[in-house]
């Protein structure tokens, strides 16, 4: 079965400091990968996604990932992070037909400090 | 603007009552899904749908039920039977197919008593 974790549960930050949250996946099959954002209160929102093709993936927000098949992982990355980038970020894997099949990591809170 | 509605934002129940949580959609999306999220614990699948009058258990089903008769519309309840209910509720839809990224609704906060 896929699994998906996210190895930091918070995440302290600098504004406009450079930021990466971890994620690993476990898959011996062809995968696809997400990362969702969550402000509080609110819905899941979809930042980038990873398919196929270039392993270096652009989302929204000045957000990107790179997919990286030997080490299983999927790190999303920004060079410069804001206030309003403070929120919590989820990782989402799947590896079988159908959406239903998601797999979810537990989650990293970003935290911005001013 | 296409979207999920849930409704309502917040809900309190007394223990031993079942509740209903709503979500409607009309972004024309054949799938929809109820997740249960928990603090420090990700996201887990409760039911999903991927057509009209049709619908699967996921992870967590137990204590809860789901009904499909339209399209845009994908009911969720609470029962009694269901242990911990007190969660944050989260309606998602898809186009059916893999690899299909799920949107979200805003979620409904159930605190029960």
């Known amino acids: 079965a896929q699994s998906v974790t996210q190895l930091d549960s918070q995440v302290p930050v600098f504004e406009e400091a450079p930021v990466e949250l971890r994620c690993n996946y476990s898959?011996?099959?062809?995968?696809?990968l997400f990362w969702y954002v969550q402000y509080p209160n609110q819905g899941l929102q979809l930042l980038l996604k990873?398919?196929?093709?270039?392993?270096l993936v652009k989302g929204i927000n000045g957000f990107e990932a790179e997919f990286n098949k030997s080490q299983t992982s999927f790190h999303l990355r920004k060079p410069s992070v804001h206030i309003s980038d403070t929120a919590e970020y989820f990782c989402?894997?799947?590896?079988?037909?159908?959406?239903?099949?998601?797999?979810f990591g537990k989650g990293t809170k970003l935290s911005v400090i001013p | 603007d296409g979207g999920i509605t849930q409704s309502p934002k917040y809900l309190f129940r007394k223990e031993g009552q079942n509740v209903t949580l709503s979500c409607e959609q009309n972004l024309n999306h054949d799938a929809m899904y109820w997740y249960r999220q928990d603090p420090g614990q990700g996201l887990r699948l409760i039911y999903y749908?991927?057509?009209?009058?049709?619908?699967q258990k996921g992870d967590i089903a137990e204590g809860y039920s789901v009904s499909r008769e339209k399209k845009e519309s994908f009911p969720l309840t609470v029962t009694s039977a269901q242990k911990n209910p007190t969660a944050f509720y989260l309606c998602?839809?898809?186009?059916?197919?893999?690899?299909?990224?799920?949107?979200f609704g805003n979620g409904t906060r159930l605190t029960v008593t």
């Open positions: 998602a839809s898809s186009i059916v197919g893999e690899n299909s990224p799920l949107h």
């Open positions: 990873y398919l196929s093709g270039s392993t």
């Open positions: 898959s011996s099959v062809s995968v696809y």
């Open positions: 989402a894997g799947g590896a079988g037909a159908g959406s239903y099949q998601l797999t």
């Open positions: 749908s991927q057509i009209v009058n049709d619908f």
